[in-house]
Structures are given as C-alpha cells and as structure tokens.
C-alpha cells in the first residue's frame, strides 16, 4: 500500500465510519489485530496527518505499513 493509494481509500471509507465503539477484548485477543483495526487505524492516521511525509512517518512508527510489500505490516505479524 503506498500513501497515495490508502488517501484514495480512506476517502472513500470516511463517509461509512460508523463511529461504533468495540466490545471488551479477552486476554485471548490481547496480541490479535485484525485487519480491520489496522484499516480503520491507518484511517485515523490519515485524517490527522498533516502532509503524506507526516503520514509515512506516523503510519511507520504504528507499525501500520511494512517496509515490504511482501509482508504484512508489524502489528498484524
């Protein structure tokens, strides 16, 4: 995923936020992150990034992009 793709993505997701807030997590789904939550995450980074060189930067330290394309991003390993 490069920056310019998921400006484009989350543009088309903001409009469909539902705003809900998740249920309690058991210490089963403590270390669990779905791909979902990396999505809606990298969302909110996006919306309060300031430029895409503070998105890259914000998104990196997260661990919500890898730095190949080839592997999911930390927080889903």
């Keep these: 995923?490069?920056?310019?793709s998921a400006r484009r993505e989350f543009g088309d997701v903001r409009q469909g936020?539902?705003?809900?807030i998740p249920?309690?997590?058991?210490?089963?789904?403590?270390?669990?992150?779905?791909d979902d939550?990396?999505?809606k995450a990298r969302l909110v980074v996006a919306e309060n990034s300031e430029d895409s060189e503070d998105l890259r930067l914000l998104?990196?330290?997260?661990g919500l992009i890898s730095s190949n394309p080839d592997q999911p991003p930390p927080v889903s390993r």
């Design 59 to 62: 998104l990196d330290m997260l």
């Design 23 to 34: 249920g309690p997590r058991t210490a089963a789904d403590a270390y669990r992150v779905s």
């Design 37 to 39: 939550q990396v999505q």
């Design 17 to 20: 936020a539902s705003g809900a």
């Design 1 to 4: 995923m490069t920056i310019g």
